[in-house]
């Protein structure tokens, strides 16, 4: 399973961007999706999670009402649109698999990985 991450940019302070992350080899279908970031001097961390069969969602605080994780099932694609930047959500953003239809909120509990795409907010 190889995961594609896109969508990342410069933006201004309480702009939009949306990240998309596609998966090639395997359907999405049967598992939790999340995506991470890490800041600049900072370590990785937990942002969003998704499950695949009934789109349960949940948020890092620090997002959320900001951010929305939806998925597509024709397209095997899933997204994060993020509206009302802040100058800290400047992340690499990463999309991830877990092994199962279970959201967990660390790293560890997932087993692919996207490449990372730069997301850069500037005040």
């Known amino acids: 399973v190889q995961l594609q991450a896109s969508g990342g940019g410069l933006v201004q302070a309480r702009g939009s961007l949306r990240l998309s992350c596609v998966a090639s080899?395997?359907?999405?279908?049967?598992?939790?999706l999340g995506w991470f970031r890490r800041a600049p001097g900072k370590d990785r961390e937990f942002v969003a999670a998704i499950t695949w069969s009934d789109g349960s969602t949940i948020y890092a605080d620090s997002v959320k009402g900001r951010f929305t994780f939806s998925r597509d099932n024709a397209k095997n694609t899933v997204y994060l649109q993020m509206n009302s930047l802040k100058s800290e959500d400047t992340a690499v953003y990463y999309c991830?698999?877990?092994?199962?239809?279970?959201?967990?909120?660390?790293?560890?509990?997932?087993?692919?990985w996207g490449q990372g795409t730069l997301v850069t907010v500037s005040s």
């Open positions: 080899g395997r359907s999405f279908s049967g598992y939790a």
């Open positions: 991830a698999r877990a092994p199962r239809e279970t959201i967990v909120t660390l790293s560890s509990g997932y087993d692919y």
